[in-house]
């Protein structure tokens, strides 16, 4: 996004000034509610939606919601107001500012839900307007693939969570959050807890990216850098992370809780930092960093213990504060220059003074030196780390090598592209001088603000930190105190490990790039690997559309008989057969000769291989029929049947001129298979008729058709009554079947064949 | 008579099944033919057989005298023979002009909507343009 929409003019503009305004708003809004979190109180609102199905539009202001509120709309204010600046002039300007201003209200939504489902409703907004703004250059093939990779991967933890919230709800039985976490133990002492967990940690960790799903992040940074800056560092992503809080009172404490956290969270933090290392593109190793933030996050969401819940909720705000400064001044960086090439970049210091500024203070609380409120953060997450009840060497080695190799990511962001060597950097990328006001408020504030509470940290323990801890734990006592100077002690030596491995990773880190790259380059891709995944469903569907929809008319049919054998079977085994064979009555010759004449004419159409015999048998068996019909009291119905199976056989016998002959018993091959299956259907159906004729019959409605014939309908023959009368609408239905198929036999007919077309076409040429 | 009826109705449902089941399309309209037959049968027979008293409401009554056929299956059927026969004609008429397009018959040859997978053009070349666009 390095195009120049310099035009002083555009940015104050509607689509420009609106957004800031209103996040600004927004954000004075929340800030009014601090002194009642501050003390320990909540606010709670309550709108009813769905009153049916207990879902409202509830909303709930506590320590861990204001706290993300205030970050979302405290930085949002700022990404805007950069924004408004970086995007001036760009033709979509206002589309973006509707759309980020969207995001921020999905965002707001999600962290103040107090309805779980109203909670997913927000998370699946936010997941959609994440999709449109990294999509927003959608011109470019990368970002759209970027943007459907996003969708997709959150997208499936969102239904998995989605999932998850209804198997709580069918739990606790009730979708209010507060309510849930005031049944206390309700869901991890249900038998179902199990899968809740999977659920719950699904959605959260394809939205805070942890490995494996982590690959999504990275390819995001196509957004335009507001977006990075805003989305995938400092808000959107640490959804997951709010989802693992906001659960945490109900869901944590158990080992698998402790041991997953820890092991996606450890192995996430240490993974990113590593590959960070070796990005040489500024915004691609923001990216990495930021993935190590999130795994570090989980990692100390993890423990119950007071000092790692207080280190995760401080190193929250922690980084959102420094990585948003720090993205914003790439952009910055960008902007002027038009690279992010850290192999290029260096020596800008002089043209860009207070870039570097905000840069310097920015990654000073990246690599956690004292007194930037990152050293207090990072004693914390050591003292967390030491007090965990997983393992203590697996979560102190994972903070150690994340934590360094972060102070050597820091340097290489904050410092080498300002006071590095620029003998790289071409007269084409030199800086034009400093980027606008609009865009240096937002880093220089930000990294301002995490010099100062490191050195003030009161108020933000006060008002944010306590709060916070006392939402997840249940008791303000739990949480620790943020001080610079906790004397001398183990996390203090850890400190100092920390900034000797820092610095050895830096002076080294060109040579590790170079080998970091070629391991990475030789190792299996999660990126690579989705592709192979989305061919791998769309080979799958192929194979399966290929076994079920073969396009062979015998196998439909094979499918379509032996799913009626199997449901008939089931029913009877579930009511059972009532077959008496009575004693054969002394029937008249009559009877005997119809059925026996049935017989013999079914018997010849299976059999033979003439079409002629073969109508004649079926029209034998018609004529069989209607003998039964005039024999057993049904004379309209036999004269129907009369006159149809005449026609039957003269349609059949037309036919028969145009059609091949049949195809021989060596044609056919054997059908042993097919005849078991012929037979098992018609023995069945034999012994469904004979139970049926065995039971009661009910005659309720024959009886009300034979009463009110006459004096309703005024007609004698119920039969005609009930077709014309009665059942009317039936009877028309039934015409309209009939029109319908004669008109389409006729256009069938008169459109002529593929021969009869070639023959008239030829005939026309020769006229 | 409901024994001798039952078993009717099995063969003729047995007869269509496998009719039904052959390669040639004309066998499988005889299949069609018998098994609309079957079912006939089924519905008129499951209404109980009743001999010489087809449901009539003779001269200066008000309802049918003494003990009557069922009249509701009997409409039932009557409905159902009709119907039959459209699907059946417009059956008939389709295999016609299927023969005169495709020249054949047998059914597994009738593949212009459905061509047979090895046949068909390769589906991860046709596929490959969409995944890696989108």
């Keep these: 996004m390095a195009d120049d929409h310099d035009d002083e003019g555009h940015w104050f503009s509607l689509p420009g000034l609106l957004p800031p305004i209103i996040a600004a708003g927004l954000f004075a809004a929340f800030w009014r509610a601090l002194p009642t979190v501050a003390d320990g109180g909540s606010i709670r609102h309550v709108t009813q939606w769905v009153p049916g199905m207990g879902v409202d539009l509830s909303f709930v202001i506590d320590g861990l919601s204001l706290t993300f509120a205030l970050l979302i709309t405290g930085i949002g204010t700022l990404v805007m107001l950069y924004s408004a600046r970086y995007m001036a002039g760009h033709p979509q300007h206002d589309r973006f500012s509707l759309y980020l201003t969207a995001f921020m209200l999905s965002m707001l939504g999600v962290v103040l839900a107090d309805n779980l489902i109203a909670l997913f409703v927000f998370w699946e907004l936010t997941t959609i307007t994440s999709f449109l703004l990294i999509g927003f250059s959608h011109a470019s093939g990368t970002s759209r693939r970027a943007a459907l990779q996003a969708l997709l991967v959150t997208g499936a933890g969102g239904l998995a969570m989605l999932a998850g919230v209804i198997v709580i709800g069918q739990v606790a039985g009730t979708y209010e959050l507060s309510e849930i976490r005031a049944m206390g133990g309700v869901l991890r002492d249900s038998p179902a807890y199990l899968a809740i967990f999977v659920l719950i940690v699904l959605g959260a960790f394809t939205k805070s990216a942890q490995l494996p799903f982590h690959f999504w992040l990275p390819n995001a940074m196509a957004a335009p850098t507001p977006v990075s800056a805003f989305l995938h560092s400092a808000t959107m992503v640490k959804g997951g992370v709010y989802l693992l809080a906001r659960m945490h009172p109900s869901l944590a404490g158990t080992d698998v809780w402790l041991w997953t956290l820890t092991i996606f969270g450890g192995v996430t933090a240490v993974f990113a930092s590593v590959v960070a290392l070796r990005q040489t593109d500024l915004k691609q190793t923001l990216a990495y960093t930021t993935l190590m933030a999130l795994g570090t996050l989980v990692l100390f969401l993890a423990a119950p213990g007071g000092y790692a819940i207080t280190a995760a909720v401080t190193f929250l705000v922690i980084h959102s504060l420094y990585k948003a400064a720090l993205f914003l001044m790439i952009g910055c960086v960008d902007h002027r220059t038009g690279t992010r090439d850290a192999a290029l970049l260096g020596g800008l210091w002089r043209k860009m003074p207070l870039t570097a500024l905000a840069a310097a203070l920015a990654g000073m609380s990246m690599a956690g030196i004292p007194p930037f409120l990152g050293f207090i953060g990072k004693e914390l997450l050591y003292k967390g780390g030491l007090e965990s009840t997983a393992s203590v060497v697996f979560v102190i080695l994972a903070t150690l090598l994340a934590s360094a190799l972060m102070f050597a990511v820091g340097a290489i962001v904050a410092l080498k592209p300002f006071w590095g060597r620029a003998e790289n950097l071409s007269e084409r990328n030199s800086a034009k001088g400093e980027a606008p006001w609009q865009m240096l408020v937002g880093p220089l504030l930000l990294g301002g603000l995490g010099l100062y509470f490191g050195l003030f940290p009161h108020w933000l323990q006060d008002n944010s930190i306590t709060p916070t801890v006392a939402a997840l734990l249940g008791d303000p006592a739990q949480a620790k105190e943020l001080h610079l100077w906790a004397g001398v002690n183990t996390a203090l030596y850890l400190s100092g490990v920390t900034f000797l491995l820092g610095i050895i990773l830096y002076l080294w880190h060109l040579r590790l790039r170079a080998g970091l790259t070629r391991i990475d380059d030789a190792s299996f891709s999660f990126d690579r690997g989705w592709d192979a995944f989305l061919v791998g469903i769309t080979r799958c569907a192929g194979w399966l559309t290929d076994r079920l929809q073969t396009g062979d008319l015998r196998q439909y049919m094979l499918v379509v008989f032996g799913t009626i054998l199997a449901g008939l079977l089931l029913v009877i085994g579930r009511t059972g057969l009532n077959v008496q064979i009575p004693p054969l009555p002394d029937l008249h010759m009559k009877q005997y000769f119809v059925v026996i004449l049935m017989i013999a004419g079914t018997g010849l159409a299976v059999m033979t291989r003439s079409r002629i015999a073969a109508i004649g048998g079926l029209g034998v068996v018609g004529i069989g029929v209607a003998l039964i019909f005039i024999i057993y009291s049904a004379p309209d119905v036999a004269i129907t049947q009369l006159m149809v199976e005449t026609l039957v056989v003269v349609l059949f016998g037309v036919a028969a001129l145009r059609l091949p002959v049949l195809p021989s018993r060596e044609q056919e091959g054997a059908r042993w298979g097919h005849a078991a299956l012929a037979i098992a259907v018609g023995t069945t159906v034999s012994l469904i008729l004979l139970t049926v004729t065995n039971g009661t019959l009910d005659l309720r409605l024959t009886d009300y058709f034979a009463a009110e014939s006459y004096p309703t309908a005024f007609g004698r023959n119920i039969v005609n009554v009930i077709l014309v009368d009665f059942r009317a609408f039936d009877t028309f239905g039934e015409i309209s079947v009939v029109v319908v198929a004669a008109l389409s036999a006729v256009a069938l007919l008169r459109q002529g064949g593929k021969h009869a077309k070639s023959q008239s076409r030829t005939e026309e040429d020769r006229t | ?134």
């Design chain 2, 1 to 134: 008579m409901e024994l001798l009826l039952s078993a009717s109705v099995g063969i003729l449902v047995a007869a269509a099944i496998y009719l039904m089941l052959s390669r040639s399309l004309l066998r499988f309209l005889f299949g069609l033919t018998l098994i609309s037959n079957a079912a006939n049968l089924l519905i008129f027979a499951s209404g109980r057989l009743t001999a010489g008293a087809p449901p009539l409401i003779p001269e200066g009554a008000y309802a049918p005298v003494g003990d009557v056929a069922n009249a509701l299956p009997q409409a039932l059927v009557l409905t159902a023979i009709v119907i039959g026969f459209g699907l059946f004609a417009f059956s008939l008429v389709l295999a016609i002009r299927a023969y005169s397009e495709l020249g054949t018959l047998e059914t597994s040859n009738m593949r212009l909507a459905e061509p047979r997978p090895d046949l068909r053009p390769d589906p991860s070349t046709a596929t490959s343009n969409e995944t890696s666009a989108g």
